[in-house]
């Protein structure tokens, strides 16, 4: 199948790179650039665990194509923390407020909840419950990961 | 001495993996790459029960990109290994447990038949179109009652019934006919799905040395024997390298991915990857066993209970895998946590052509939950009694006999469990509307935890101090995610007094951990906990003692903490750990140490009658809710839970409040959503769209309360929590249910059809 060139911003570095037209972002991410942090859960829109941030908005990456990505800027969990040394605070809070058990939705939630943040910087429980909705948690039962949103959010503030 | 004063154990420290997650660092089973990898994918039945007419694999053989394409015929041992992982007493009932492919005959919508490998994934996608099959379809049987009369069709032998248990004590008849009250209902249980996040997957290679890697996720380490007698090879050139784990709950107990993988690599002699897609986790793998509970409960009519009689069904779907220990659970756990006089339990295990079921956090435990706690409310409603009055009547107290007649070991807390879970429901919320209902309900429960005792269980643990007072703890302890590996380095850190953040913990490789067992059964803390806690103390030991040569004062005297061995009497004395390991060193005395933990041994169980006793010890607890019953939809929304367990100890605060919580959200929707459906074994529910698992929408306000009698048979004292936090979370909401709306809810999932429908009847009669 003939391939086509497209241009990635991907944690902040440009990349031109040739893909097939049934590519999806979230193979582009994990098979080409190793970035492992967005996961394989379903495949199919229903999970939340491919979880990335397009031109800063939480998007499911298994579902979008990669040429649908073309001239984009895509942040994954890997790139979250605008410092290379340090974690993003809303990282910090879900380790504090143990949010994390297997981990598999751990970079789906943070993104999802970070986006959350970014557009409302105080979110009640309801808007923390919404915003996560499509984020699946089998270990947790959310009560600590919505503990760790409101921890994050503060924290985000602060800095 | 044991050692009692701690500075890490009972704290919220964080684990030793969770920075690395949140930053998206872990290397998971599907993470992890090689040169040269092919992609394995497995062609499966469209039929729930057919003879293969016809199998051709040459179109796909010949695929440009295909490596190998494996039939049957090319797996030298096709059944499972008889012996079950890890143990050192054969179980008769388990044989023949699991088929690898399929022969001439599929008993199950989604039998594995054909594997291959290709260079892509894409290429073997391919490839399985390109396999040609013919079926002939063969009566099925689906209800595993219908299943039990003698003319239904047999899926494997001439009896579907594959496992019986029985409990007989006293003489129920005469005990029913002097009770004063009996309540008698029939309850079902869905098939559950353990919709773990992480599919199953891993990726194997032969090595230089002609060993074949495995490394995936899996909650068995011991699998390399199943995998090396598969194979016909030696078990000592099987490895497996358990990564850690994106969920399991049961669900990765079984075989998964390894053998196909192993299989192709063994075929090939290349790296092979392997993943499940959600497509066949839904119909290629294992889900809860669905119960059909009969029971009848008498009592006096002061709430003494009397008797208890019961009929358990389980449905095994086609093929054998755990479903007689999951059926040997339920039979033993079928009374509830109370003591009753006069018991008759007979357990049924039937074959069918559904689904296979086995593993599932509560193994067992739940569906008989479900129903013993809904019978002592429908007690106390008939003797017109406080629920809470009636079952602190009749809790077991240490020491009691249980109907398998053996003595309960530990304390029994279920008078505080379940009196603090009432109250921190707090003041009754005000329904939201006008068809809206509150109500309230709780349950007890008890759940063993380690495996079953003529099992005769061991684990292993290997600790040593590096010249720097630096500690590696090598277990072979898969982590699930809940804390079990950060619960070793906890006891390694507090008993060798370092930080935990100078432990490492070396977990899961076959050929490098000792080998600790599974990760199944809540015995991880148990079992890992205990066998670190040995090597610890004896490297403790020989620290101290040395130390005490140094100071020239008694070992007894001193204690470490901080990298200081110091004396508590002297404070004067001390000495840095690191010069005590130097000195070890330089007079060539091991500070390494390598111990195993025996769980109690029992002799093999040879009737189906169960009289001896079959379990460690068991965790006994009380979830509460409060649910709003909608009642022109039928709709239950669950507003406050909360869950009172005696861990026995808290090793770490965090992750024994996250098994809480996180157990009783599986449970809550075990209780109102979960239900895996099959139409005559065809699964109509498979992916996360229809079978719907809770979101953060559907989790009420939680609340965890950690009781500690420090009388289990773990480490300082722990019980096991990972299972028995789930088993309580749907009788509950049953009881709060009945609370809010008067009807009884017999079969779960209680959803809003369910409960629509016994609202119209209730308002009809
Ligand atoms: S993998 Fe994208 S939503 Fe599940
Ligand atoms: S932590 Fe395991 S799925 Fe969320």
Redesign the pocket.
Known sequence: MKKLPIELTINGRAHELLVSPKETLLNVLRERFHLTGAKYGCGIGECGACTVLLDGLPVLSCQLLAVMCNGKKVVTIEGLSPQEAAAHPMQDSFVEEGA???????PG?VISATALVEEKSEPTTEDIKVALRGN?????GYENIIRAVKTGARKMKEV | MEKQNFNIIGTRADGCDEKDKVLGNVVYAEDYIMPDTLYCKVFRSAKASAMIKKLNIDKAKALDGVSCVLTHEDVPNNESAKNVVGQTTEVGLLEAKQRILATDRVRYYGEPIVVVAAETPELARDALELIEIEYEELPGVFDPEEAMKPDAPKIHGDNNVIANWALRKGDVEKAFAESDVVVEAEYRTPRQEHA??EPESGLAWVDDMGVINIRYSTQVVEHYRDVAAVLGIPESRVRTIGTII??GFGGKEDLTVEVFLALCSWNTKRPVKMAFSREEMGFGRQKRHPYVLRYKTGATKDGKLTAMQAELISDSGAYVMLSPWVLLYSTVHSTGPYFIPNVKVDAYSVLTNNIMTSAFRGFGGMQVAFAYESQMDALAIKLNMDPVELRKKNFFKRGDETANFQSIPSEVMLDEAVEKAVEALGPKSEPSGKNMRVGRGFACSWQSYGRMTYLHDTASSWVGLEMDGSAVVRCGIPDL?GGQRESIRAIAAELLGIPLDEVHVISTDSQVTPLAGTVTATRALFMSGNATKLAAENVREVILEKAADMLETAAEDLDIENKMVYSSRQTDKKVELVKVIRRCAAEGISIQSLDTYKAAFTDEIKTNVIKDPVYNDWTFGTQAVEVEVDTETGKVNVLKHVSVQDVGRAINIKRTEGQMEGGAAQGLGFALMEDYLEVDGVPITWNLTEYLVPTSKDIPDSNSIILESRSGKGPFGAKGIGEPSITAAAPAVANAIRDAVGIKVLHLPATPERVFWELQKKHQS
């Open positions: 994390v058990q297997c981990g598999f939705c751990t939630m699946l948690c089998r270990c947790t | 773990h996040m994106g969920g995610g």
